[in-house]
């Protein structure tokens, strides 16, 4: 339950994906020769990380929730349908819509089917198996595990793992078909 930092989290993130060749990171705290340094160059090569404003990615920083879904979502290639009712999505007390990540916590926790259309996602049933959680808090600032988060993140790994490795696993195939519950 220890925190993990935003460079370790990227590390394990790119053990889903090859790593890109020549890439490079240009953040004032990144340094060439850190650990790190290659894996942070190749999710900002995939898009999947950009930093802050302030030039910095902040590797030594723990990692929040709100930053692994979004992070999670780019690396699955998911995105908020904007034209979706806000009404229809998994809502958090603590996650106001005006929040940075709220798209990306919507998309990760209310259940929904879509198709793409030239990368932009369009939601063509939500079904939000998990819509009682709107009471509870998503705790995006939270450095830590919670029965919702932990098979949450347990089955996001797993669908990263089918998708880069073409993985199978028939408990958590099972359990992510029934959706997510605490």
Sequence with gaps: NDPITRAEFIAIAMRFANAVSGASASFKDVPTNAWYYDSIASAVSYGWIGGYSDG???PTKPITRAEVVTIVNRMLDRSFDSSVSIGFVTNFSDVPVVHW???AIAEATTSHDHTSNNGVEMWTKETNRIHKYQR????R???GASPFFSKAARLTMAVLER???????QKVEREFQGGIKA
């Design 141 to 143: 600032g939270r450095r």
């Design 101 to 103: 990540a709220f798209a």
């Design 56 to 58: 910095s990615f902040r």
């Design 136 to 139: 509870y808090t998503f705790q």
């Design 163 to 169: 998708k880069f490795r073409n993985w199978k696993d």
